[in-house]
């Protein structure tokens, strides 16, 4: 079993559309989690920071659920700017003060006009 | 504020030849520094990290090399390049410490074709 997991997708919605991912990760003591962006051929880019129940930042919304070990995002109002690929990434816990992170393979989102 | 640079952008070199890249970070010190490979279509692979200058871990078996001979200074290396080290090399950079906030920065890539 993959330690971070998420649908792959792709996810196709029409402009306007509310979407959301959802990934579950297999290391109950993991404390951080954080959603990256990654556009085609660029590298990622940290989208938001999970360390409580959950963030929002604008039309974006990311939660928390440590009892089923799962982590979700959520996209309101989908602008056709927000095609591109979400990865789930939580930090090895037992990595100690390395930093390491442990990335899901990235869900990918199409949002058609 | 920090930044962090990679070159080249792009390079395609032949089976069996030399590879050097190089990453360097600005506007911070000490960071925890990061080797990334992604196959084109694939996830991300963690190659090496370091927590200090001349400190590398490798976290996979391969061909590839890495040094850190400065601080803020990560290079990638390899003697002689196989068809399968083609891919999108990403470096990138964290707070050196066991905080909460562990948020990688990336840099902007290299992208490797090998023939």
């Known amino acids: 079993r993959k330690e971070v997991e998420q649908d792959p997708g792709p996810f196709n919605v029409p402009e306007g559309a509310t979407v959301a991912f959802n990934c579950t990760y297999s290391n109950s003591a993991s404390q951080s989690f954080f959603w990256y962006r990654q556009d085609c051929r660029k590298e990622p880019k940290l989208l938001m920071s999970?360390?409580?129940s959950g963030n929002e930042d604008g039309r974006f919304t990311a939660q928390l659920n440590r009892a089923s070990q799962y982590i979700s995002l959520l996209i309101r109002d989908s602008k056709l700017s927000d095609s591109a690929t979400y990865l789930c990434v939580a930090y090895d816990f037992n990595s100690g003060n390395t930093g390491k992170l442990i990335f899901g393979q990235g869900t990918t989102l199409q949002v058609k006009p | 504020s920090q930044t962090i640079h990679q070159w080249p952008a792009t390079l395609v070199q032949p089976v069996g030849s030399p590879l050097s890249l190089e990453c360097t970070v600005e506007?911070?010190?000490?960071?925890?520094l990061y080797w990334y490979r992604q196959a084109a279509g694939r996830g991300l692979q963690l190659l090496f990290y370091?927590?200090?200058?001349?400190?590398i871990s490798s976290e996979v078996p391969q061909n590839l090399s890495a040094s850190r001979p400065q601080d803020r200074q990560f290079i990638l290396s390899s003697k002689k390049l196989l068809l399968s080290d083609s891919g999108f090399y990403l470096c990138?950079?964290?707070?050196?410490?066991?905080?909460?906030?562990?948020?990688?920065?990336f840099g902007p890539g290299t992208r490797l074709t090998v023939l």
């Open positions: 506007g911070t010190s000490n960071p925890n």
């Open positions: 370091s927590v200090g200058i001349g400190q």
């Open positions: 999970v360390y409580s």
């Open positions: 990138a950079w964290s707070v050196s410490s066991g905080r909460r906030n562990n948020e990688q920065f």
